[in-house]
């Protein structure tokens, strides 16, 4: 089992950037892929970006492409999501996830285990 707590949500202005992190506890963490969901208000959960267990595969969904990079540090257990010339159309709760297997799936049903959330806001 894994617990994940993420971070470093808060509230920036149009074209700044954040880094969140998402730490999991347990010493299976490098067994699991991982990946960033986020969800607006009135929205459904979307796919930001998700890393195969080593960081051999990425992806990301396409309204992030080019401006968000996923990345993971198995030594310390954390994956992160650098976000920069954020819009407000980024603003979401911002959830990492982990799931078992080799592929990279892009929908929330095949993660098993997820964050809290944390909120990000930008502002216009």
């Known amino acids: 089992q894994v617990q994940l707590v993420e971070s470093g949500g808060g509230l920036v202005q149009a074209g700044g950037s954040l880094r969140l992190s998402c730490a999991a506890s347990?010493?299976?963490?490098?067994?699991?892929?991982m990946g960033w969901f986020r969800q607006a208000p009135g929205k459904r959960r979307e796919f930001v970006a998700g890393?195969?267990?080593?960081?051999?595969?990425?992806a990301y969904g396409d309204s992030v492409k080019g401006r968000f990079t996923i990345s993971r540090d198995n030594a310390v257990n954390t994956v992160y999501l650098q976000m920069n010339s954020l819009t407000p159309e980024d603003t979401a709760v911002y959830y990492c996830?982990?799931?078992?297997?080799?592929?990279?799936?892009?929908?929330?049903?095949?993660?098993?285990?997820w964050g809290q959330g944390t909120q990000v806001t930008v502002s216009a």
């Open positions: 347990g010493r299976t963490f490098s067994s699991y892929g």
């Open positions: 890393i195969t267990r080593v960081g051999g595969s990425i």
């Open positions: 996830a982990a799931y078992s297997g080799y592929n990279l799936p892009r929908t929330d049903q095949y993660y098993s285990y």
